[in-house]
């Protein structure tokens, strides 16, 4: 069988995007209202937005993961505004993807083994 999802979502609820000093712009409120719209746009059966306990970005969050493109420093608006983009709703917010320069700026365990 072949897994019936298109695409994942994959926003990181982990201790540090989801730092509630974020208030509202934390982890879980990003995914909660990625999960409305994708149910208001009517994508729940093909379009999966998924929690994840860390994506091992924390110095460049909230940070959001579809199709293995990263997307980092999200507001729930700016999250709305990169689901529209990725399903073809609006303009696609690519300006929003971690770059590798930040990226090896970072103190994540992934720059460590690459370095």
Request: charge should be positive; hydrophobic fraction near 25%; aromatic fraction near 4%.
């Given at each position: 069988m072949?897994y019936?999802?298109?695409?994942?979502f994959l926003?990181c609820?982990?201790?540090?995007?989801?730092?509630?000093?974020?208030g509202?712009?934390?982890?879980e409120?990003?995914?909660?209202?990625?999960?409305?719209?994708?149910r208001?746009?009517g994508r729940?059966?093909v379009?999966?937005v998924?929690?994840v306990?860390c994506?091992?970005?924390c110095?460049?969050?909230?940070?959001?993961?579809?199709?293995?493109?990263?997307y980092?420093?999200?507001?729930r608006?700016?999250?709305?505004e990169?689901?529209?983009?990725?399903?073809?709703?609006?303009p696609?917010?690519?300006d929003?993807?971690?770059t590798v320069?930040?990226?090896?700026?970072?103190?994540?365990?992934?720059?460590?083994?690459?370095?």
């Open positions: 072949k019936p999802f298109q695409k994942h926003v609820t982990g201790e540090r995007c989801n730092n509630p000093d974020r509202i712009e934390r982890g409120f990003i995914r909660d209202d990625l999960k409305d719209l994708n208001e746009r729940k059966s379009v999966r998924c929690s306990s994506l091992d970005l110095d460049h969050g909230p940070n959001m993961i579809i199709d293995g493109d990263v980092s420093h999200l507001t608006e700016l999250a709305k990169v689901y529209s983009g990725v399903m073809g709703d609006g696609r917010r690519d929003l993807q971690l320069e930040e990226f090896e700026t970072g103190g994540s365990k992934a720059v460590k083994k690459k370095r």
